[in-house]
């Protein structure tokens, strides 16, 4: 099934919002396959952010997902990557829709709280990125025929 990296940023982390965040997605149906707490290099930083550079936000950008530890996630599910996303909200909290993550708990451009994977093909490189080989783990929730229709 398909699968997105979601990170809850260093603001989500300090904020206290873990479980919220992740609360949301699980509640949602989706099904957590991978999970890591980490300090973030700035080369991985670069890497994850690398369509971003030359962009005005961009050293900012670095500097706010450094300045802290994140939460580094897998979620799988049918639709997961466009799923996630609707949930994540709008890039902008006060363009977001109320009822997401970003426009219920955030209201800064540059501390919206979570990023999420935005196709499936850049789920896959993102993955990579985070996650070794082994470290993301097969599993089925009990009760997906619910979520799932087969
Ligand atoms: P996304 O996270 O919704 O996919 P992107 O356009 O890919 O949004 O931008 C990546 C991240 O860069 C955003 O989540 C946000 O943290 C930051 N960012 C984007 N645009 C701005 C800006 O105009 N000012 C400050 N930070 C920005
Ligand atoms: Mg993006």
Redesign the pocket.
């Known amino acids: 099934m398909e699968r997105s990296l979601v990170i809850i ?1 260093p603001d989500g982390v300090q904020r206290g919002l873990v479980g919220e965040i992740i609360g949301r997605l699980e509640r949602r149906g989706l099904r957590l396959v991978g999970l890591k707490f980490l300090a973030v290099e700035v080369s991985l930083a670069e890497q994850h ?1 690398a ?2 550079q030359g ?3 961009y050293e ?2 670095i500097r ?1 997902i450094t300045s802290a530890p994140v939460v580094v996630m897998a979620w799988e599910g049918k639709k997961v990557v466009e799923a996630v996303r609707q949930t ?1 909200g ?2 902008n909290p006060t363009a977001a829709v109320p009822g997401t993550i970003r426009a219920d708990l955030g209201i800064d ?2 501390r ?1 709280l979570i ?2 994977s ?1 196709s499936v093909a850049t789920a896959e490189f993102e993955l990579g990125l985070w996650f070794k080989p082994g470290e993301i783990v097969d599993w089925a929730r009990d009760g997906e025929r619910w979520v799932f229709e087969a």
């Open positions: 940023k952010y369509v971003h962009k005005p936000f900012g950008l706010y994540v709008a890039t451009i540059g919206n990023h999420a935005d």
